[in-house]
């Protein structure tokens, strides 16, 4: 056994994740939380905009879905451990700050798609078709990386007050979801509300969703995943660049 | 090979430099004791040669493996108890031994056939399934304990690590790290605690602003901190002040109670003088002791004396 090698830094990045779903994720707050602040995001538009139809929200609702619930605690983590001492007994354990994130981020990607497919589910029971399932599940999986490395990227900043990292979070969040084309089509917003969402990686995924469900897209198929690839990419390096700077600021 | 070779270590926060230059030799099988004031850097050190924060110069080769360039090899071979207790709270004494034996890539039976050991070693197999939150400080320590033995560390760093214990639980904690110590175990333990570092340690270091200003045995840096000895001697007979004054290196006899204090700068050469001075003089020795400082006592002189 090679301790610094790649398949036991990712056999103990997995440890991390197991750790990370039993005492965060499993929580029964944090689950109702994930399920019910996207949903009530949904019936708040789907009331104030009843001219367009569920073929066009509910992709919109899967969107939000995976973004809210891939970086639902993540930017936290960091600080609440650093808080009760148990980031410092990982960081003397043999485990690289690379593979401490990884299994940060495997643990919100379990989240997130765990949660995105009851939403799933609740769209095809409101009658929405399936028409390109290996895209939706490709583009699910790919999304939630791409998102759990944002929320990663928002934990970089050392501090040990957890609501820091998660205002900063509400605060870039929240503007996605208005510029990603999740409650207003991509086709009706000005040239410069397009150049923003051409930003996002919720507009990507947003639209791989809706081509799943109705066939339309407003990117090329193609262009969408490959975007959201290289976004995920980025900010994976980033992220894992940034908290291997920052981590021995937090000791 | 070192257990441990720190060799100019330094660092600063912001303007503040907590360790200004720092190198510790441990020796592989020995028990080194970290020895220093409040703020004198002992934490600081520790933390570097942990690998918890990098040091601003300076190299630490732990294990044979520097611990910035090579420090998952490094740490796989250390342990770590801190003082006050990092388990997860909201996890059982189980669990968090399950999880150190994944982080440290052991085999799933060999971690549990391990932590059964150490919990029962430690009087804590009947609450393994107990959140830690309810353990007691004692209790948390000891599983802090169990966790940084679970891999079998050929190193084990220790900070104060009976601090504020019951002495059933200190008693318990010190008699595990004889055990280990005896099976080969290097023991690096930061202490205040001067009786525990005495009794413990075959070498200790003593920081002090930053710098080490003394290392040895703890019985060399005790008579090493006093120039002038205290013999103190009983005879069975009345015997006179002058004539034992009058011996070899003798500098001062005083009468207290039945017992003479002897002052010598050379301790050897006056007992001698005593045992020489009996055998003229037809008396015996009753009671023969050499008033050696504690190792508070060369605590305090070293460190007032590097003071600046």
């Known amino acids: 056994m090679n301790p610094a090698g790649l398949p036991e830094q990712v056999r103990r990045a997995w440890a991390i994740a197991k750790k990370d779903i039993r005492l965060y994720y499993a929580k029964n707050s944090v689950l109702i939380f994930g399920i019910l602040m996207p949903v009530f995001l949904f019936l708040a538009f789907f009331a104030g905009s009843s001219q367009l139809p569920l073929t066009f ?28 001492g148990t980031l410092e007994r990982l960081v003397s354990c043999p485990i690289t700050i690379e593979a401490m994130v990884f299994g940060d981020m495997i643990a919100s990607i379990l989240f997130g798609v765990g949660i995105t ?123 894992m660049y940034l908290h291997k700077r920052t981590m021995p600021k937090r000791m | 090979m070192n257990a441990i070779e720190a060799h100019h270590l330094r660092k600063s926060f912001g303007p503040v430099t907590a360790v200004s230059d720092v190198s510790i030799t441990v020796r592989e099988g020995e028990i080194f004791g970290f020895l220093g004031p409040n703020g004198a850097g002992k934490t600081t050190t520790t933390r570097m040669l942990n ?109 104060e690590p009976t601090s504020g214990l019951d002495v059933q639980s200190t008693h318990r904690i010190l008699s595990l790290l004889r055990d280990l110590n005896r099976q080969g175990t290097t023991i690096f333990l930061t202490t205040h605690n001067m009786d525990e570092a005495n009794q413990l340690c075959h070498r200790v270091g003593i920081i002090l602003a930053g710098k080490i200003v003394a290392t040895d045995a703890p019985e060399k840096l005790k008579t090493a901190i006093e120039q002038v000895h205290t013999i103190e001697v009983s005879f069975d007979r009345d015997v006179s002040g002058d004539d034992l004054a009058a011996l070899t290196g003798v500098t001062r006899a005083e009468r207290t109670g039945d017992k003479w204090h002897i002052t010598t700068p050379d301790k050897d050469a006056t007992i001698r003088a005593l045992v020489s001075f009996t055998e003229k003089n037809g008396t015996a020795i009753v009671t023969l002791n050499t008033l050696a400082p504690t190792l508070d006592e060369a605590f305090l002189r070293l460190t007032q004396e590097a003071s600046p």
């Not at chain 1, 999986?141 to 490395?149: G, H, T, W």
């Not at chain 1, 205002?167 to 207003?184: A, D, E, Q």
């Not at chain 2, 034996?101 to 070693?121: C, F, I, K, N, W």
């Not at chain 2, 609450?127 to 891999?151: E, F, N, P, T």
Request: one cysteine or more; hydrophobic letters at 50%.
């Open chain 1, 57 to 84: 929200l509910f992709p919109g609702l899967v969107g939000v879905t995976l973004l809210f619930t891939a970086t639902a605690l993540s930017p936290a983590i960091y600080a609440w451990e650093g808080r009760h």
């Open chain 2, 51 to 159: 690998g918890v924060i990098p040091p601003d110069a300076g190299t630490a080769i732990i294990l044979g493996h520097d611990i910035r360039s090579e420090p998952v090899l490094a740490k796989q071979g250390f342990g770590v108890v801190p003082e006050t207790s990092n388990a997860y709270v909201d996890l059982t004494a189980w669990q968090n031994l399950l999880l150190m034996g994944e982080l440290y890539g052991l085999a799933r039976s060999r971690a549990v056939q391990r932590s059964s050991d150490l919990l029962a070693t430690l009087g804590l197999l009947e609450r393994k399934d107990q959140k830690v939150q309810a353990y007691s400080k004692g209790m948390k320590q000891r599983l802090v304990l169990a966790m940084a033995l679970l891999h079998e560390p050929a190193l084990l760093f220790l900070d």
């Open chain 1, 117 to 239: 497919l009851i939403t799933v589910i609740i769209a095809l029971a409101f009658g929405l078709p399936l028409l390109h399932g290996i895209i939706l599940v490709v583009s699910i999986l790919l999304a939630a990386c791409c998102f759990s490395a944002i929320g990663m990227l928002l934990a970089a900043p050392p501090t040990s007050e957890p609501s820091t990292p998660m205002t900063l979070s509400l605060l870039i969040k929240f503007p996605l979801i208005f510029i990603s084309g999740i409650f207003v089509p991509l086709s009706q917003l000005p040239s410069w509300g397009l150049a923003l969402s051409a930003c996002s990686p919720l507009t990507y995924f947003t639209d791989l969703v809706r081509y799943s469900f109705t066939g339309e897209h407003y990117f090329p198929v193609p262009a969408d995943i490959l975007i959201l690839a290289v976004i995920t990419l980025a900010f994976t390096a980033g992220t």
